[in-house]
């Protein structure tokens, strides 16, 4: 990596950033998760004092450029009250294990867990639990990142999802994170920490979504309905030995929202991790998606669906960190970009010498709808194991003339034959999304989304 | 079969059209009325599969005299999707693949776009699979090509059957069959043609393109014509066929180029 003198906005910025962080309410909290809560943010401040808002030139940043972002000026978000409606993102399968934080406070009237088995926790970080989530909250590798560790140095709340030991747990439980953008530029920072034990199987549905403002908004002006907000999302996930997470990952920001979000995974032997990421919204997104194998025999099956258009950009930074034997890894990124929009995928997998018998796959396809629309797609393999099976492979196509004319041919006008040919490139990831009214409801933002 | 009196399904005139700028129907004229089949036969290069593609409505190809009229209507003033509606079919001769669309699906959307344009109730997906059940017939196809992708990893014989199937659904006036017989073997070749003689009736007329006889021997068509350079230089009853499979196309092409000469 190179060292390089951060000019002063990115730095500033990022302590700006840091200022906003909500303080730490004894009240409501309790003295004890304040002190536990103080010693997280304490650990991870110096790092962020030393960063700064990364730009073009760093490596790991090249495409995405941020510097829109620095032009913003964000508060910390506030408890919103009334609270907005959020009937349209309730999921009929998670309707009675649903957890709801709304501009990054958690909203017991909107959440639901009555569904929730005993024996299995999901709430937020506040129930007094803290002894056995202290092994786990902010502990996995690559909390350095600056985001990672703004994110972990404004650490005030998070959504908790525990399944004990050899525990499968049927309903689905949905993590909903809904931003009300207002008047004022906000900062949300949420945080999820997922444990499955050992033997336990659990699906859990992470969604970021805007919903309207519960209150019009005064001064609505040049037709722009809402003010630019920042979502800085956490997500750790241990999977246990022999367990099985299944994870959806729904990325809904509305048009003006600046997305960064990141998924840690740790998994132990014999476990089995299937994300299914799909990114829709925001002005400008980045996911980073980090798998830790902890263990051999390790199966993990990533999905992902990015569908941009306008100005978009929606950026995927993948790594698959294998350390053990005997791991599969299969990975299938798809981006469908139209407009001036700019996808950007970098595909991670480390096969250390450890991770012998390693079979690894990746694939990333790309389907380019107008001539602006740009991808930059790049698998990166770093192989030493000298036993291994890797593969992988990217495509960039368009839609065919001769595609569309044989739908045509068969009575489908143009703009029915572009969306078939879409909804069909599409259909391989969201086939794969674990919950079938979620299924749904993504097919018909695919499909009802004509780009021309 | 030719009968007096029959109504005009197509009428070409005089057409010329080019791709890229460079001529490919040099003045094309053909009349095919219902109930008949029609034979286009000709060597590589002759026009032939351009010209079933200007009928169904290619962006590529650009007409740029003639006309043609299909039942009464200017069909090149139509998009290709009102053509299909309108019962303008073609086999293609590389159906395309579709991965992530069932066939099953394809084929109904297809199948109500075709209802819609004729004022009909759409089928949902309950009374199409009847419908549908009763189509696999025509060219001994097994249900379970209906869940597959459309095309994705059909054989050639597979691909050609499942062309007219379509075309079995959509029920067209003028069925193009854009050597359809190329790339099979004996008994996928008399299953294609099998089921074009169940479809074929007196309402409706069959335009047959290809290479070689040996799909005549199936389909029995009322004319044979012989495309070379952009347009017909000869027709006549199936018989024709016979001599240019016996002599092939030279004689005839050297009577052409001697014609042009004088």
Known sequence: ??????????????????????????????AETVAWLQEIRDRSTPIVRELAIPTTRDEEWRFTDLSSLLKVNFAAAKPTSPLPDISSLVLPEA????????????????????????????GNLWANEIPRWRDYLAKLPGGQEVFSALNTASLTDAAVVWIPKNRSLEVPIHLLFVSTAGELPTVSQPRCLVVAESGSAVTVIEEYAVCPHPQPLSH????????????????????????QVTHARMQREGEEAFHVGKTAIAQARHSRYTCCAVSLGAKVSRHNLEIFQTGEGTETILNALTKIAGEQLADTHSTIALNHPYGTARQVHKCIVGDRAHAVFNGKILVPKPAQLTDAGQLSRTLLLSPKARVDTKPQLEITADNVKCAHGATVSQLETDEIFYLQSRGLDADSARNLLINAFATEIVDRIPIASLRQTISQIVRSNPIS | MMTEGSEVILSVRDLTAEVDGTPILKGMSLEIKAGEIHAIMGPNGSGKSTFSKVLAGHPAYEVTGGEVIFQGQNLLEMEPEERARSGVFLAFQYPLEIPGVSNLDFLRVAYNSRRKHQGLEELDAFDFDELIQEKLDVVKMDSAFLSRSVNEGFSGGEKKRNEILQMAILEPKLAILDETDSGLDIDALKIVANGVNQLANPENAMLVITHYQRLLNYIIPDRVHVMANGRIITSGTKELALELEARGYDWLLEAETAEVAV
């Open chain 1, 1 to 30: 990596m190179t060292t390089q003198v951060s000019p002063k906005r990115e730095v500033g910025y990022l302590s700006e950033l840091l200022q906003q962080r909500p303080s730490l309410d004894v009240q409501a909290i309790g």
């Open chain 1, 220 to 243: 609505r002006r040049g037709g722009q309905e809402y003010a630019a907000y920042l979502t800085n999302a956490v997500t750790e996930i241990w999977v246990g030995e022999n367990a």
């Open chain 1, 95 to 122: 309707a009675a294990s649903r957890l709801v934080f709304v501009n990054g406070f958690y909203a017991p009237e909107l959440s639901s867990v009555a569904g929730i088995p005993e024996g299995v926790f999901a």
